[in-house]
């Protein structure tokens, strides 16, 4: 599985955006996805996952701001992002695994992609 994100880009501090993950290669339509950040000198840190049904679940990072949801039939994961903060500046990346542990350690998993930056001016 290959994974695509993009929809990072500059914005002003209270403002939304929706980053979207695309996968290809084979279907990860029965995957746990899952969003990461990694904000510079921070360890990086789950966002948010949602399994092959559609269960969602949120840490602490961003809970209340965020959602994320997917499109099996696209093979696309999204998180939509609103009341941005300039500490929500960070490259976020989509992942894949058939464990939703595994999002939850962050570590070992399945599929990452790429990273998309979001910065969050004040």
């Known amino acids: 599985v290959q994974l695509q994100a993009s929809g990072g880009g500059l914005v002003q501090a209270g403002e939304s955006l929706r980053l979207s993950c695309a996968a290809s290669?084979?279907?990860?339509?029965?995957?746990?996805m899952g969003w990461f950040r990694q904000a510079p000198g921070k360890e990086r840190e789950l966002v948010a996952a949602?399994?092959?049904?559609?269960?969602?679940y949120y840490t602490d990072s961003m809970k209340g701001r965020v959602t994320t949801s997917r499109d099996n039939a696209k093979n696309t994961v999204y998180l939509q992002m609103n009341s941005l903060k300039p500490e929500d500046t960070a490259v976020y990346y989509c992942?894949?695994?058939?464990?939703?542990?595994?999002?939850?350690?962050?570590?070992?998993?399945?599929?990452w992609g790429q990273g998309t930056l979001v910065t969050v001016s004040s």
């Open positions: 992942a894949a695994d058939p464990l939703l542990r595994s999002m939850v350690v962050g570590t070992s998993l399945a599929y």
């Open positions: 949602i399994s092959s049904s559609g269960s969602t």
């Open positions: 290669g084979r279907t990860a339509s029965n995957y746990y």
